[in-house]
């Protein structure tokens, strides 16, 4: 069974970067597509970006320009890096292995454990 391990999760000041990691075991990794997604207190759960096995990706408007989902087969590794942030990026972080299915993203139930991301003002 598939685990996914993410990190990089930080408290931040706005404007600046962070990259989340997420580390994912088995020997599937390179046939799968991943995304990331975000919850913050009281908010929805949302997909901020995904990436197919041939590195396709799609983004969140709020975060298009800002935000770079990339994969790394070699180290079965999936990376969000994301740059300027802004207090509205505060969220837990989670990274989930999932299909594209007419060209829109499917989360599937194999999700790993969340990483913090804290922006100040």
């Known amino acids: 069974q598939v685990q996914l391990v993410e990190s990089g999760g930080a408290l931040v000041q706005a404007g600046e970067s962070l990259r989340l990691s997420c580390a994912a075991s088995?020997?599937?990794?390179?046939?799968?597509?991943f995304g990331w997604y975000r919850q913050a207190p009281g908010k929805q759960h949302e997909l901020v970006a995904g990436?197919?096995?041939?590195?396709?990706?799609n983004y969140l408007d709020s975060v298009k320009g800002r935000f770079t989902i990339s994969r790394d087969n070699a180290k079965n590794t999936v990376y969000l890096q994301m740059n300027s942030l802004k207090p509205e990026d505060t969220a837990v972080y989670y990274c989930?292995?999932?299909?594209?299915?007419?060209?829109?993203?499917?989360?599937?139930?194999?999700w790993g454990q969340g990483t913090q991301v804290t922006v100040s003002a």
């Open positions: 088995g020997s599937s990794f390179s046939i799968n597509a």
């Open positions: 989930n292995q999932g299909v594209y299915i007419s060209g829109k993203y499917i989360a599937t139930n194999v």
């Open positions: 990436i197919s096995s041939g590195s396709s990706t």
